[in-house]
């Protein structure tokens, strides 16, 4: 089974630690990346990069910013290949961001 | 008598099926089928040697039917994976017990409360759709997408059929017994016996397979010790209060039972929330009532859950205790508006203490609340009373 890991981040989680604690963080992400379950996996640029797109009439319509203001920011996502679902919680609730004030939703991919 | 079968083999046959299909929704078919075909032959010729192995062996060729005519289907569960096995005969030793995964399953913490209970009744109770949906109070429609949903949610994500990981299972475990209480719990307080009959019956089961697990065997005290006073909680249509019960309308089997329940439960070390409510029923069911003690427990509980009903609960011993004045106190300090027992007690401590404007409106706040007619004539007794 497939499933992908998003993961949603609260704005400023992470403001306030020290280096020492960023870097543990980091070495967090690091060691889930090399789990065997893991099949990969994309950190996204904040949110105020991105642009939104909807399509009017045939038109392009433009928006700076993501969809919608939230208390949460997608952040990022994993794929895994997990034999259950007790499995890929597992490795979810291993998400840094999950402690600290954000949310990993765990959803089974289409397989065709 | 052939309904008695059918309730006894449902739960093991579900989950035989469940085990061998790969998925909640064929094996429900399955049964069902195999059900159908029993009760008509059953008729006809008798109970078989094995009725559990026959229903198992019954379900099992009928789905591998149905699948063979459709692939597609078949596809989508895990059959596939090995070849499809040939028409199947056995004896009832190779058909193993598979409903504690069955319970696990079906009461997984990735599904909503009210889909875990649902599934529970429908699994392992072998309720029919319609019946859960009366007992829940929403129509059929609603409780078969509920159900539906949820079956389609374990199939599509994978919510495994199996007994939970050694440092899963105290969560897992409670999840379960959580599940069987809110049954019990929703046929407790009105008519719907049935409802806490089936929630005794589920944990029979559940501490049948798991008999060394305490807090199951202080749950079914538990459900036993509150059950065994039914017949004297209601006389004449009216709620009646613990002290003023009847006695001899207690059913003394259930007490026994659930006094011993709890004897084991406590001896193997369980202390969690279900046995310290079975150790308070239990002291409730005595002649002379320790208030000392049961105030003692309520205090116990209230550190493991934090629950403000608990304090409630404790100032009604404490009352007892040390009066209605200390009692006021506790309740005055609780944020419970919208819960009815809270104005009941603080009416009728209010009463006691001769304050009869303050107790008036507590009981009109109460009568308000009330759920049930025996409640509603309980209160207005009262009220004229004052």
Same mark, same amino acid.
């Given at each position: 089974?497939?499933?992908?890991?998003?993961?949603?981040?609260?704005?400023?989680?992470?403001?306030?630690?020290?280096?020492?604690?960023?870097?543990?963080?980091?070495?967090?992400?690091?060691?889930?990346?090399?789990?065997?379950?893991?099949?990969?996996?994309?950190?996204?640029?904040?949110?105020?990069?991105?642009?939104?797109?909807?399509?009017?009439?045939?038109?392009?319509?433009?928006?700076?910013?993501?969809?919608?203001?939230?208390?949460?920011?997608?952040?990022?996502?994993?794929?895994?290949?997990?034999?259950?679902?007790?499995?890929?919680?597992?490795?979810?609730?291993?998400?840094?961001?999950?402690?600290?004030?954000?949310?990993?939703?765990?959803?089974?991919?289409?397989?065709? | @008598?052939?309904?008695?079968?059918?309730?006894?083999?449902?739960?093991?046959?579900?989950?035989?099926?469940?085990?061998?299909?790969?998925?909640?929704?064929?094996?429900?078919?399955?049964?069902?089928?195999?059900?159908?075909?029993?009760?008509?032959?059953?008729?006809?010729?008798?109970? &078989?040697?094995?009725?559990?192995?026959?229903?198992? /062996?019954?379900?099992?060729?009928?789905?591998?039917?149905?699948?063979?005519?459709?692939?597609?289907?078949?596809?989508?569960?895990?059959?596939?994976?090995?070849?499809?096995?040939?028409?199947?005969?056995?004896?009832?030793?190779?058909? &193993?017990?598979?409903?504690?995964? #069955?319970?696990?399953?079906?009461?997984?913490?990735?599904?909503?409360?009210?889909?875990?209970?649902?599934?529970?009744?429908?699994?392992?109770?072998?309720?029919?759709?319609?019946?859960?949906?009366?007992?829940?109070?929403?129509?059929?429609?609603?409780?078969?997408?509920?159900?539906?949903?949820?079956?389609?949610?374990?199939?599509?994500?994978?919510?495994?059929?199996?007994?939970?990981?050694?440092?899963?299972? &105290?969560?897992?475990?409670?999840?379960?017994?959580?599940?069987?209480?809110?049954?019990?719990?929703?046929?407790?307080?009105?008519?719907?016996?049935?409802?806490?009959?089936?929630?005794?019956? #589920?944990?029979?089961?559940? #501490?049948?397979?798991? &008999?060394?697990?305490?807090?199951?065997?202080?749950?079914?005290?538990? @459900?036993?010790?509150?059950?065994?006073?039914?017949?004297?909680?209601?006389?004449?249509?009216? @709620?009646?209060?613990?002290?003023?019960?009847?006695?001899?309308?207690?059913?003394?089997?259930?007490?026994?039972?659930?006094?011993?329940?709890?004897?084991?439960?406590?001896?193997?070390?369980?202390?969690?929330?279900?046995?310290?409510?079975?150790?308070?029923?239990?002291?409730?069911?005595?002649?002379?009532?320790?208030?000392?003690?049961?105030?003692?427990?309520?205090?116990?509980?209230?550190?493991?859950?934090?629950?403000?009903? /608990?304090?409630?609960?404790?100032?009604? %011993?404490?009352?007892?205790?040390?009066?209605?004045?200390?009692?006021?106190?506790?309740?005055?300090?609780?944020?419970?508006?919208?819960?009815?027992?809270?104005?009941?007690?603080?009416?009728?401590?209010?009463?006691?203490?001769?304050?009869?404007?303050? %107790?008036?409106?507590?009981?009109?706040?109460?009568?308000? #609340?009330?759920?049930?007619?025996?409640?509603?004539?309980?209160?207005?007794?009262?009220?004229?009373?004052?």
């Amino acid at each position: 089974m497939r499933y992908a890991l998003l993961i949603n981040e609260r704005p400023g989680a992470y403001e306030g630690l020290s280096e020492d604690q960023r870097a543990a963080i980091s070495a967090e992400y690091i060691a889930l990346m090399k789990d065997e379950r893991m099949l990969g996996g994309e950190r996204l640029q904040p949110a105020d990069t991105a642009t939104t797109v909807r399509v009017q009439n045939g038109e392009p319509l433009l928006t700076d910013g993501p969809f919608a203001d939230t208390k949460e920011i997608f952040g990022g996502f994993y794929i895994v290949e997990a034999s259950d679902l007790d499995s890929a919680l597992e490795l979810a609730a291993r998400i840094p961001a999950a402690r600290f004030g954000g949310s990993v939703e765990v959803r089974p991919l289409v397989e065709l | @008598m052939l309904e008695e079968v059918f309730r006894d083999q449902w739960g093991r046959v579900f989950a035989a099926l469940v085990s061998f299909l790969g998925d909640v929704g064929l094996a429900e078919e399955a049964a069902q089928e195999a059900f159908v075909i029993a009760a008509e032959r059953w008729a006809r010729d008798g109970l &078989p040697d094995n009725p559990g192995a026959w229903l198992v /062996v019954t379900g099992r060729n009928r789905a591998i039917d149905r699948l063979r005519r459709d692939r597609t289907r078949a596809e989508k569960t895990r059959l596939l994976d090995r070849p499809l096995p040939e028409e199947i005969t056995m004896d009832e030793t190779t058909i &193993p017990d598979e409903r504690l995964e #069955l319970f696990f399953m079906c009461c997984h913490p990735a599904l909503a409360t009210e889909a875990q209970v649902a599934l529970t009744l429908r699994a392992l109770g072998g309720l029919s759709t319609p019946e859960i949906a009366r007992a829940f109070l929403v129509n059929d429609e609603t409780m078969k997408r509920r159900l539906s949903r949820a079956r389609n949610k374990i199939r599509a994500a994978a919510i495994p059929f199996a007994i939970p990981d050694e440092h899963l299972l &105290p969560s897992r475990l409670s999840a379960v017994l959580a599940v069987l209480y809110l049954v019990f719990n929703q046929g407790y307080g009105d008519s719907r016996a049935d409802l806490a009959a089936e929630a005794i019956r #589920l944990g029979r089961t559940l #501490l049948d397979l798991m &008999p060394d697990e305490p807090e199951a065997a202080a749950l079914l005290a538990l @459900m036993l010790l509150h059950d065994s006073r039914r017949a004297a909680r209601v006389c004449d249509g009216e @709620m009646i209060l613990l002290q003023d019960q009847d006695r001899r309308l207690w059913n003394t089997a259930q007490l026994e039972e659930g006094r011993a329940l709890l004897d084991r439960a406590v001896r193997s070390g369980a202390s969690g929330t279900y046995t310290v409510q079975a150790a308070i029923a239990e002291l409730q069911t005595e002649e002379r009532i320790d208030w000392p003690a049961v105030a003692a427990l309520y205090d116990r509980l209230r550190q493991l859950t934090g629950s403000a009903v /608990v304090e409630l609960n404790r100032a009604v %011993a404490i009352a007892e205790v040390e009066g209605p004045r200390a009692a006021l106190a506790i309740v005055d300090a609780l944020h419970l508006d919208d819960y009815r027992y809270f104005h009941s007690t603080r009416a009728e401590l209010l009463r006691r203490l001769g304050d009869t404007a303050a %107790a008036r409106a507590a009981y009109l706040g109460a009568l308000d #609340l009330a759920t049930t007619e025996a409640e509603r004539r309980f209160l207005s007794r009262r009220l004229a009373e004052l």
